[in-house]
């Protein structure tokens, strides 16, 4: 075995190759070697095998079959998958508690922010919520490659030719704007579903225009049987005069990683003062206040077809069409304790109580009025009167409908991503959440440094991009958080590391595995771009090793060179040069899970060579590697 130490990739993971590997393992017959484009053997799928092997089900040319299609599906899910040469460079200064906190805010395009977090956030993720742009017919902010002309479409959908001759009379005037959107859409929630847990859950917010596709993308991203709710939400308080229907409503779309065990984990909703003002305790039973149900069922049981006798001497069996709704045995059972209510005479239909003291809430409903959950003009108030009254940020949703979310699907210390951040209302909600409740939720939030119009409010207040309004209010409202009464055992984190999506850290390299061979990353290692720190290289290597961005991280200085401890021995890492055998021993000697260094920083060629031998000889556990 070579004692070469290994080296980082240094780029986002191949999901084509991970997709491949599935595959293999299915079907080891159907994976063979194929010449790649440099002419070195790679994984490739045999797809002449893998339809005998699939023969009684595959689907092939134009056979009719239930899908969605449009013009550029298959870019997108080329683009979700393919790597990219990217890194999270840590911005210290728009922080709050960089070193402690356990909530990230990632700056830059969503799509590159999930590629970049598919190692150290799979299967992580409990609770999902996007409020995605919606389609308007306008241009993304979001680059893609996936924005085209008219003429592109056109030509790509076959309606007309490569020379602008029409081939069908009638053209879908707004197809294009469709398309993008999908596209937009696919990729995105592609990568989303992978970082969930199996009890995970997203929400997805949208309007009229793209509910019904939005439907029917997520059922193929998620699967149909995974679909848990299409909740309506009533936006408006009063109706617009403008139109021939007011739009009052949008939607909230809800699907699960896995129906089954998201449903196991789902909360039910604490009882209202209006619910609870329900129960009364008309006949001072021990227990408390009561509500009474029905005690019959739908349909025939013979044995559920009793005569009842109550105390009052009234002789009832169930209506037509209906049984009781217990045995016998069982009604004789919760007569004894007191649990029936034959109305104040005792001469009544047999009614079920039920306690308030032993309802732990109601089942969610899929209809969230105004009154419960704010509208969008609360939400507006809530930015604005965080930012004295400007109006910087149009859209936000009410903080009250974020929290109905959290209360629902999340669970204390999970972790909940909103990779459309927008204005941060989904921080804003986790940080109030915790302040209540008590609970250790963190956030994770996504935004793209969208430009703010230089005639907007939120330009003329300062913002020059949507990024920094989304941090902005994190900050404020973490402020204000801070200054109230808190729960006792709140974790007090109002926090967020700042971590920017950049180039590599290495100039001049392009980090993928199709265009970089081994020996190419032999020769260029030391190409460290002169703007980056050594804490850039740090994010990168936790990136690339798929740890956790959130861990603690202290400096400490040894033998006049900086050493980095994550999570104290978790990770530790040394970019200097000049590295001696006496500092590598010292930091073999902390026994550290792993341990990284820079590949030309080493003193001499003998201490690089060295430097296996030693961890094998002190620490063997640990895992050793450069960049």
Request: aromatic share 10%.
């Amino acid at each position: 075995m070579s004692d070469e130490i290994e080296k980082l990739k240094m780029h986002s993971p191949d999901l084509t190759q991970d997709n491949i590997a599935k595959i293999r393992a299915l079907f080891p017959g159907c994976v063979t070697e194929a010449a790649g484009e440099d002419g070195k053997p790679q994984l490739a799928v045999d797809f002449d095998q893998l339809r005998q092997e699939l023969s009684d089900s595959i689907v092939e040319g134009p056979q009719e079959r239930y899908h969605l299609n449009w013009p550029g599906k298959r870019e997108a899910l080329i683009t979700a998958n393919a790597p990219i040469a990217k890194t999270l460079r840590p911005a210290r200064d728009e922080s709050v508690d960089f070193d402690t906190t356990q909530n990230l805010f990632i700056e830059g395009d969503n799509l590159e922010a999930l590629k970049l977090l598919q190692e150290t956030y799979l299967g992580k993720v409990k609770m999902i919520y996007i409020d995605p742009p919606y389609n308007t017919g306008s241009d993304f902010v979001y680059d893609d490659d996936f924005s085209e002309d008219s003429q592109s479409f056109l030509i790509k959908s076959n309606q007309k030719d490569e020379d602008g001759q029409k081939l069908v009379s009638n053209t879908v005037a707004n197809g294009r704007f469709h398309s993008d959107w999908l596209s937009l859409m696919y990729s995105r929630l592609k990568l989303s579903r992978n970082l969930l847990q199996d009890d995970g859950v997203i929400f997805v917010s949208i309007d009229d225009g793209e509910a019904s596709n939005l439907l029917k993308v997520c059922d193929e991203v998620f699967g149909e049987q995974n679909f848990v709710a299409n909740i309506i939400w009533q936006k408006r308080t009063s109706p617009d005069m403008r139109t021939a229907f007011s739009q009052a409503h949008e939607y909230f779309l809800m699907y699960a990683k896995d129906k089954l065990s998201a449903e196991a984990t789902l909360k039910k909703m604490p009882l209202t003062d209006e619910q609870k003002a329900n129960y009364k305790n008309r006949d001072n039973d021990p227990r408390g206040p009561w509500v009474s149900s029905d005690f019959t069922a739908q349909g025939y049981r013979p044995n559920q077809m009793y005569t009842i006798t109550t105390p009052g001497g009234a002789e009832y069996t169930p209506p037509e069409g209906r049984c009781w709704y217990n045995v016998e045995e069982e009604y004789e059972r919760l007569l004894a304790e007191g649990r029936l209510w034959f109305g104040a005479d005792g001469r009544s239909v047999p009614r079920k109580k039920t306690y308030l003291s032993e309802v732990e809430g109601y089942t969610p409903w899929t209809w969230w009025p105004n009154k419960e959950v704010g509208h969008s003009q609360k939400a507006k108030k809530e930015v604005n009167s965080l930012f004295g009254a400007a109006e910087v940020f149009s859209t936000p949703k009410p903080i009250a409908a974020l929290r109905r979310m959290l209360d629902i699907a999340a669970s204390d210390e999970c972790i909940v991503l909103d990779f459309f951040a927008g204005s941060s209302s989904t921080a804003h909600a986790v940080l109030e959440k915790n302040h209540e409740d008590g609970t250790s939720i963190k956030f994770l939030m996504v935004q793209i440094p969208e430009p703010c119009d230089p005639n907007s409010r939120a330009f003329k207040a300062g913002y020059t991009n949507v990024a920094e309004i989304s941090k902005e209010r994190i900050r404020r409202a973490g402020e204000g958080i801070s200054k109230n009464t808190h729960h006792d055992d709140w974790n007090k984190d109002v926090g967020f590391r700042v971590l920017k999506i950049d180039s590599s850290n290495m100039a001049d390299v392009f980090y993928t595995p199709d265009q970089t061979a081994q020996a190419d990353l032999l020769s260029r290692v030391d190409n460290i771009k002169p703007d980056r720190t050594a804490e850039d290289l740090l994010f990168q290597v936790l990136l690339d090793w798929g740890v956790d961005l959130t861990l603690p991280i202290r400096r400490e200085t040894d033998q006049s060179k900086t050493v980095f401890f994550v999570d104290d021995t978790a990770l530790m890492a040394c970019f200097d040069d000049g590295i001696s055998e006496d500092l590598v021993k010292e930091l073999a000697g902390h026994a550290p899970m792993r341990i990284v260094f820079k590949d030309t920083g080493f003193a001499d060629d003998q201490t690089k060579i060295n430097v296996r031998q030693i961890f094998k000889a002190m620490s063997p556990e640990t895992e050793v590697k450069a960049i």
